[in-house]
T-cell receptor, first 112, second 113 residues
Framework: KQEVTQIPAALSVPEGENLVLNCSFT??????LQWFRQDPGKGLTSLLL?????REQTSGRLNASLDKSSGRSTLYIAASQPGDSATYLC???????????FGSGTRLLVRP | NAGVMQNPRHLVRRRGQEARLRCSPM?????VYWYRQLPEEGLKFMVY????????ESGMPKERFSAEFPKEGPSILRIQQVVRGDSAAYFC???????????FGSGTRLTVV
């Protein structure tokens, strides 16, 4: 059974720092992996989607990497800003499945 | 394109009442998924529907919960005789096909008092 774990559960950093959020999954037979942002009381915004054949995806100050064999993904945020404060969720989709399996998220606070 | 629309945004129900949550998928999307997020947890899959068909309801509690996606109109998630443990955020997502990327709605936050 696929399990997705995110570490750390919470993170507080000063503005301007580069930071890394971690996601691990137990079964490497995944179709893709997606990072989402969730603001308090709001819905989910898709940040980056990495197909199983890809190693990384970049969008602006965000870079997500995928290592299927080790069951790991990282989300790198460069030059963090207070507006980056949110919960970041990692979700995997297994081969031939439509379900997303989510981690519990990392709550990020970027202090001005 | 208005995206995935969920309403209401917030819903308060007393124990024993019924809750009806609505989801209108993005234009052109015929696949709808419901997820539930309990406090301090990630989202958990509940049910996958296509027009007039339930494809997979393996994540739905066996009692009190039902879902539909009629030929016309939004998808409805219905919770009968709500209990405090049903308090959660319920998210709907839609996609054009079952292996296509999802788009999520803003969710309905159900509070049972």
């Amino acid at each position: 059974k696929q399990e997705v774990t995110q570490i750390p559960a919470a993170l507080s950093v000063p503005e301007g720092e580069n930071l890394v959020l971690n996601c691990s999954f137990t079964d490497s037979a995944i179709y893709n992996l997606q990072w989402f942002r969730q603001d308090p009381g709001k819905g989910l915004t898709s940040l980056l989607l990495i197909q199983s054949s890809q190693r990384e995806q970049t969008s602006g100050r965000l870079n997500a990497s995928l290592d299927k064999s080790s069951g790991r993904s990282t989300l790198y945020i460069a030059a963090s800003q207070p507006g980056d404060s949110a919960t970041y969720l990692c979700a995997v989709r297994e081969d031939s499945s439509y379900k997303l399996i989510f981690g519990s998220g990392t709550r990020l606070l970027v202090r001005p | 394109n208005a995206g995935v629309m969920q309403n209401p945004r917030h819903l308060v129900r007393r124990r024993g009442q019924e809750a009806r949550l609505r989801c209108s998928p993005m234009k052109g999307h015929s696949h709808v998924y419901w997820y539930r997020q309990l406090p301090e947890e990630g989202l958990k899959f509940m049910v996958y529907l296509q027009k007039e068909n339930i494809i997979d309801e393996s994540g739905m509690p066996k009692e009190r919960f039902s879902a539909e996606f009629p030929k016309e109109g939004p998808s409805i998630l219905r919770i009968q005789q709500v209990v405090r443990g049903d308090s959660a955020a319920y998210f709907c997502a839609s996609s054009p096909g079952d292996l296509e990327g999802y788009t999520f709605g803003s969710g309905t936050r159900l509070t049972v008092v």
